[in-house]
């Protein structure tokens, strides 16, 4: 049996010239900018609210009230209870997507001279605030690519499930919103292949540094490649200038010095997730206090956090071109913020290890700061929300507007920050927080449930800044 190293050396320095490149061998900037253009005119798309009555497919369940679809698949909207660890905390109700299913999301890598590429699709999806946005090489829920739609096949599906056609660069269940959904865990992978590919029209290859460079425009490149992108093995630059990249640099680099080693991590990490007590629970949706049903959408009679609403919708270049289906809407734009400090001469980032009632383990590691509607900021400011400055604040190193999944969520869009710390945060820091590495918490997202999705997220706009 022949044997082979147990990882790629060259890998992270492959990725670094790549990140390096913002012309690719197909695509310039501008060259992918009309191509973009070109892919929106080409596919119509409509979307319209409708009421629940009007949806096709898709009902009530009479003995829970439950919302889901006629053929036992896809997901249905439930109600569920949850209360936080905290002894005496208040018992939260509220709707959630059931998707039990796990879903693929993949990009594929290859070279063209010497550079890697990867494999970026043009795709709509009903809740995105702009309609047609950079999604992985395949994203699809396993209802999808088997086809219970009776749609069309999943393009390049074939890379990513089955006999593998390449080397797997990263392969991880990850988790999605916790606050939306039960336990919902996607498959993100990478896969790199040497074969020729063919090119289909809504699909690019475009180096790393170009995406890097798309990283910094609102709601282009959607909540699927950024969780997949916050996977890849780090690429570390040469240190180079100011001091806050410095630092950056050199917190991207497996040898950085670190506040914690590893192990402190793991042990911190573990230990709080041993302590929860998260008490959660479904339940029929007709049966959840506080909340109610309308023709047209399900909300808090307070009008609070999100609804849930119908639409119907009209996309063509998808599997399938005309379908209705419920989606969650949150009240207002979110907000999630890395705060950073720079701690002897390596970039640290604040996490907060959340508990959240969507989680299959209970808590995972989030941003310092996360609210998922405008709402929640107003009505149940988190800690340290008093540390994000003003916009133009020069302690302000990334702030870009992403919208979150466009398949299950309708106009959901957060503020996305990394904020230099200022003096007046000081230790001790609360239990559930600490301070970590990037490549510490890259080095956790090898295995699944550490990060939540919006962490990953904030990952990648910090691989994204050089």
Known sequence: MKLQPREDLALPGRLAESADRVAGVHLSMQGFADWMSERGAAHGFRIERIGFSALRGWHFARDSGNLVHESGRFFSVEGLRWRRPEEGAAVHYQPIINQPEVGVLGILVKQFDGVAHFLMQAKVEPGNPRPLMLSPTVQATRSNYTQVHKGAQVKYLEYFVGPRRGRVVTDVLLSEHGDWFYRKRNRNMIVEVDDPVPLDDDFCWLTLGQINELMAVDNLINMDTRTVLACLPQATPAAAGDGFRRALAASRAPDAGALWTTPQLLSWFTGLRSDCELETGRMPLYDLPGWHRGESEISRVDGRFFRVVAVDVRAEGREVAAWTQPLIEPC???????????????????????????????????????????????????????????????????????????????????????????????????????????GQLTELLRHGQYANVQARTLIACLNSIR
């Open 332 to 438: 207002g734009r979110g907000l999630c913020a890395f705060l950073v400090r720079e701690i002897g001469g390596v970039l640290h980032l604040l996490v907060h290890a959340r508990a959240e009632g969507g989680f299959l383990d209970g808590v995972e590691l989030g941003p310092t700061v996360q609210c998922m509607s405008r709402t929640q900021i107003e009505d149940e400011p988190p800690l340290f929300l008093d540390q994000i400055p003003p916009a133009g604040s020069p302690r302000i190193r990334y702030h870009v507007v992403h919208s979150e999944e466009g398949g299950r969520f309708l106009n959901a869009e957060c503020d996305y920050l990394i904020v230099e710390a200022d003096d007046r945060l000081a230790d001790p820091l609360p239990p559930d927080y600490t301070w970590v590495t990037v």
